[in-house]
């Protein structure tokens, strides 16, 4: 299966976010990772110098091997297979921004808790608000955006809730505006990406504690497998 990449290229400069969501769960990735849907390595690279063992997937195949190339120094594990076709467990499985390109999500996410170590974390960041869907989303695979309440209703036997709540109160006015006013645009700018990363995902930051996370564009889930 083949993704659009223009997007992955043009969010790759997005510094400031993804240094912003990995200080939000750094404490959460331990050990053996297993990184879902990992794309060009964008966020890879946050972690990287901290995690020996790493287990990235890919079925893009373009992006596949981009990152065969960009960590064969590394020697993580590259696969290009679907996450219930991993027969090893891990100490952290992520997805981020992967979670809206899987139809069954539920299903997913049982398998993703069966593939967990015990005490182990798994991370999801999405995009929030379906009033949010856009010519983007539709472009780049994304079944949904999600509502909080999604995950809230969502109940495991073998897991509890670290973390629920949205990040990047900024980044929910600056899409809505997008959305309204280039109705033709499919793909933001590379400008547009940064001016958002650069100045307004600082202001993001501090809104967010203010709001105490209640209101954004992104959702942030946790979970910890406790038996």
């Known amino acids: ?82 996450t219930k076709k991993i027969k090893k467990k891990f100490d952290t499985i992520m997805y981020l921004n992967v979670l809206e ?47 909080i309440s999604f995950f809230h209703s969502l109940k495991f036997n073998n897991a509890k809730v670290i973390k629920c709540h949205f990040l990047d109160a900024i980044g929910y006015f600056l899409y809505f505006l997008n959305k309204l006013f280039f109705k033709k645009e499919t793909y933001p700018s590379y400008f547009k990406i940064f001016v958002w990363d650069r100045i307004f995902t600082p202001i993001s930051i501090f809104l967010d504690v203010i709001l105490l996370k209640k209101f954004g564009k992104n959702i942030l889930y946790v979970l910890k497998k406790t038996k």
């Open 1 to 82: 299966m083949n993704y659009p990449g223009k997007e992955l290229e043009n969010f790759d400069k997005a510094i400031f976010w993804r240094a912003y969501i990995y200080h939000q769960i750094k404490k959460f990735i331990k050990e053996n990772v297993l990184e879902v849907g990992a794309g060009i390595g964008s966020f890879t690279k946050n972690y990287q110098n901290n995690i020996k063992h790493a287990t990235l997937t890919e079925i893009d195949s373009k992006n596949y091997n981009i990152l065969k190339k960009k960590f064969k120094k590394k020697k993580y594990l590259i696969l290009n297979r679907t």
């Open 101 to 147: 390109h899987i139809r069954d999500d539920k299903k997913e996410l049982k398998i993703a808790l069966s593939k967990l170590k015990k005490n182990g974390y798994l991370i999801i960041l999405v995009p929030a608000h379906n009033n949010l869907y856009s010519k983007f989303d539709k472009a780049v695979g994304h079944f949904r955006r999600y509502e």
